[in-house]
């Protein structure tokens, strides 16, 4: 969809919803009734914008007769399904408010909530996190069992505790989505990678209400795996992204320690009491640790040889300033 000319990209706005939408023809108009009746009472400038995210029903054609008769709705069609993340890293990049809040398209999340948000972001914070408090409500096995450990895990891992990370409904400054680069299925992540930027996070109870309609699209316990291991991508790249020596070079000290130590028991095995050690397991480990150990430290060197062609190339800095006062 083209931009219309009295809504020039570079204008500023005050607040953008962002919405990722997959295949939900029955909440597209109930959906933007609400949304409009949310934020019509704040008196702000406000922008939505919905990311089909590669729909295969009637979502599209229905999104498309909204926005001939709003301009403030923007729609942003993806050619296929390329995921959540990559529909909420589309929706950051053409958002234009000073204040982005995210929400899902199933009417799980309630607009009405989005003042809260506002309000609680007005305080000084840089994110705002919802908190699904009602969710007990949900299958306790298959909903709330994997919730609840996931997000403990996510929390003592990344060090940024929330209750509810899976939770799509948060208000972020601008800032913050607009330095951030998502990939795999890192959008849940935003609060953890952006902490980074020393951002301060808060969370509030939100509304939670059972999917009206059809079933999800994007949460599914197939997906905890995927989840584990970008919580380990999340965790290498808020310590060791700009320092990978320090990891794989520590890693690799600590094998060629042990295979010398082996290695030197060995010795004194071999020349003080004249004990045959070539037939030894302990031997081939020995030597396997010190290899492995070389391996890592150089795998640590080219890490950071990438680190500093990643930057430097792109002019990208290590660090973000709040603000300059001069």
Not at 175 to 189: A, D, S, T
Request: net charge neutral.
């Amino acid at each position: 969809m083209q931009q219309k000319k009295d809504e020039p990209m570079n204008d500023e706005i005050e607040l953008s919803i962002v919405i990722p939408l997959f295949n939900e023809e029955e909440s597209v108009e109930p959906l933007y009734a609400q949304l409009k009746e949310a934020l019509e009472p704040l008196e702000q400038s406000y922008e939505i914008i919905i990311v089909d995210d590669g729909s295969t029903d009637r979502s599209f054609e229905l999104l498309r007769g909204l926005q001939a008769q709003d301009k403030r709705l923007k729609v942003i069609r993806f050619r296929r399904n390329f995921g959540q993340t990559a529909a909420f890293a589309a929706g950051f990049e053409y958002a234009r408010g000073q204040v982005v809040v995210t929400m899902d398209a199933d009417l799980q999340n309630d607009p009405a909530d989005i003042p809260r948000l506002l309000e609680k972001l007005e305080e000084g914070y840089d994110v705002v996190s919802g908190w699904r408090m009602e969710r007990w409500k949900s299958a306790w096995l298959t909903r709330r069992l994997p919730s609840v450990v996931a997000n403990r895990l996510i929390s003592e891992t990344t060090g940024v505790h929330l209750h509810d990370y899976g939770c799509s409904l948060k208000a972020y400054r601008s800032e913050v989505v607009k330095n951030i680069n998502l990939y795999g299925e890192l959008h849940r992540f935003i609060p953890a990678m952006a902490s980074w930027m020393g951002v301060s996070v808060a969370e509030i109870p939100v509304h939670y209400r059972s999917r009206q309609f059809g079933r999800s699209k994007y949460g599914s316990l197939k997906r905890t795996i995927k989840v584990m291991l970008d919580l380990l991508t999340v965790r290498f790249l808020l310590s060791y992204s700009t320092r990978p020596i320090h990891i794989f070079g520590s890693l690799g000290l600590a094998m060629s320690g042990l295979g010398g130590i082996l290695g030197l028991y060995l010795s004194v095995v071999k020349l003080a009491l004249g004990q045959d050690i070539g037939s030894r397991p302990l031997l081939l480990l020995a030597i396997l640790l010190m290899v492995m150990g070389v391996q890592m430290i150089t795998m640590g060197l080219l890490g950071e040889l990438v680190v500093r062609t990643y930057h430097e190339s792109q002019g990208k800095r290590i660090y973000v300033v709040r603000e300059i006062l001069e």
